[in-house]
């Protein structure tokens, strides 16, 4: 793909994201409207606008270089990430939607009428918040580098200034217009292309996804390096390097940004250090990719996807929005449908890239396979067209879902942080907003490059260990208190979020301590859960006041009138 096509993709994306966000802008005017769109916002919108912020960087680019890496133990991902919404639709969306809050500290406060477990939940609100947005931007700058060339800065700093704008300007209300034209601008960018690709591997015979043995170069194929990559070579492999020949012996080699590797057909394909992709027939099999304990791996990912979605703060305040509960749950329901027919196209496109670009193998960049793969098997106009496609829909990964998080977080650092220093609600949060994109944008820039859906897959463990405990306690256990809440979101999250910057920082590690740390939330959440549980038993007498006036706010209809004197709804609570 040419960097023209690259930069026009880019630039219409933002244009038209800013022009829909100036739309938005007429109708808020209020603070609900900034915070939950003065909970107007209807299910198929809501379903929409969910679809938009949710499908992030992870699910767009990651889940595909993941199968593109390891093979069909990634479809988890797309399984995980859409399930979540099942659990929330039975456990969570109503009665949330139900409790008057703006934000997660919000419900905390309102059900456990204390400022600790407000302080507490905020502060996980942006850890959150914050590790998800890193991925975001990294691989904002992974897309702008691919197409255009650019710098591996501009990616983070366009998408920040276009969220900025779009944010800034109206809030939720011009986010929900925003984020619901950007779901079907990704589904469409990523199923009209892949239509064509098959047709092409149709075409070609149908050709073997998974062969025997280590993965070679079909055809004589060179590679130019973008970046500074340690490779690993598993066998002798002999190269021309920029012109010169040269035989590269198994083990570890350097290779500098802007090396030029020519390889002859049936050369094995070297990989880069940071990955250990699957080989041969292990690449279709089940349980093969999870390190030492690939069983205990998969189980706990499975607990980070189905259970972390309802401890999302950018997808829980969306439920804020709706009308009332009956609206959540169809909003739910919508999401569900949506999700699934999304979640299809990723994983063709990292099967496919498998077999026509395994090259990014050995550059490390295995999330650039859903960029790549349409200007490599279709050439001429249609080619540039349908990468210009898939371009646009990777920048609107990136800008719906850094929206929507910038809008969670901002919201916490508004209430929370700026409360009381700044006189103007909507001012607050503008300022909020912005301090929201500052610590990604610095991590962004200067932490090393790791896999989208895998810190991602860290932030959902995060988030199952942290507030999926305390939605499902606070929402049908009575009995959970203020010093229970806030010892187990300090444990649960707190062990969850030590994993994690262990594994970023010190990268993977040997036997159970590695799979614990990589993997940690089969066990971070049960712990969560236990601390929760004991501590609030423990300590009875913190019990909030008015429980009862709350869960039956959070249970009952709103279309239930309360006031018929024919039942008295808090005895439902007393035992």
């Not at 041969?280 to 349980?287: H, I, S, T, V």
């Not at 607050?428 to 991590?443: E, H, Q, S």
Request: proline share 6%.
């Amino acid at each position: 793909m040419s960097t023209t096509v690259g930069i026009v993709a880019v630039a219409l994306t933002a244009v038209a994201t800013v022009l829909i966000g100036m739309y938005g802008v007429r109708a808020a005017r209020t603070t609900s409207d900034f915070y939950v769109a003065s909970r107007t916002v209807t299910p198929w919108w809501n379903a929409s606008a969910i679809g938009g912020e949710y499908l992030s960087a992870a699910s767009f680019l990651g889940v595909a270089g993941l199968v593109l890496a390891y093979g069909t133990d990634m479809l988890w991902f797309p399984v995980g990430y859409t399930a979540g919404y099942l659990m929330l639709l039975v456990l969570v969306a109503a009665p949330l939607r139900r409790s008057g809050a703006y934000t997660l500290p919000d419900f905390a406060e309102a059900r456990l009428e204390s400022a600790a477990a407000r302080r507490v939940a905020s502060i996980l609100v942006v850890t959150i918040g914050w590790l998800y947005l890193l991925p975001q931007f990294q691989a904002a700058g992974l897309t702008l580098r691919t197409v255009t060339g650019a710098p591996q800065w501009a990616g983070p700093v366009v998408v920040a200034l276009v969220v900025l704008v779009s944010v800034l300007g109206g809030g939720m209300r011009s986010i929900t217009f925003v984020q619901a034209f950007q779901y079907w601008l990704k589904l469409t960018a990523l199923l009209v292309p892949v239509i064509f690709l098959l047709l092409v591997w149709a075409g070609d015979g149908r050709p073997e996804l998974a062969a025997p043995g280590e993965p070679v170069f079909e055809e004589a194929t060179s590679v130019e390096v973008t970046i500074d990559v340690t490779v690993d070579v598993p066998s002798r492999v002999a190269v021309v390097a920029d012109g010169a020949p040269l035989v590269l012996e198994p083990g570890e080699h350097d290779i500098e940004a802007g090396t030029v590797l020519d390889f002859p057909a049936g050369a094995p394909i070297p990989h880069a250090s940071s990955l250990t992709p699957m080989t041969g027939e292990a690449w279709a099999l089940p349980l093969t990719s999870g390190g030492d304990h690939p069983l205990y791996a998969t189980y706990s990912l499975i607990v980070a996807l189905f259970f972390g979605t309802m401890g999302l703060p950018h997808v829980l305040v969306r439920f804020y929005t709706n009308p009332d509960g009956r609206a959540a749950r169809r909003t739910t329901l919508a999401v569900l449908g949506l999700l699934g027919v999304f979640y299809v196209l990723p994983g063709l496109y990292g099967a496919l890239g498998r077999l026509y670009t395994p090259e990014l193998l050995l550059t490390g960049r295995t999330d650039a396979v859903v960029l790549v793969l349409p200007g490599r098997l279709i050439d001429g106009a249609a080619g540039e067209a349908l990468s210009m496609l898939v371009t646009a829909g990777a920048f609107a990964a990136f800008l719906s879902t850094s929206s929507g998080l910038t809008v969670s977080v901002a919201g916490v650092l508004s209430q929370d942080l700026l409360h009381g220093r700044v006189r103007n609600p909507v001012t607050g949060f503008r300022l909020g907003a912005f301090l929201a994109l500052l610590v990604p944008i610095g991590l962004a820039l200067t932490s090393p490059f790791l896999g989208i859906a895998d810190v991602v897959g860290l932030a959902f463990a995060v988030a199952a260990s942290s507030f999926c405990p305390l939605l499902l306690l606070g929402i049908w256990w009575r009995r959970l208190t203020w010093p229970g809440a806030v010892a187990g979101l300090l444990v649960g999250g707190g062990a969850s979020t030590v994993a994690v910057v262990v594994t970023i920082l010190g990268g993977p590690q040997s036997g159970w301590i590695g799979a614990l740390l990589a993997q940690p939330a089969a066990w971070t959440m049960p712990l969560a859960f236990l601390v929760m549980i004991a501590v609030s038993l423990a300590t009875r007498q913190h019990m909030a006041p008015g429980v009862n006036r709350t869960m039956v706010r959070l249970h009952t209809p709103e279309n239930l009138d309360l006031n018929r004197g024919d039942w008295d709804p808090e005895d439902r609570w007393r035992t």
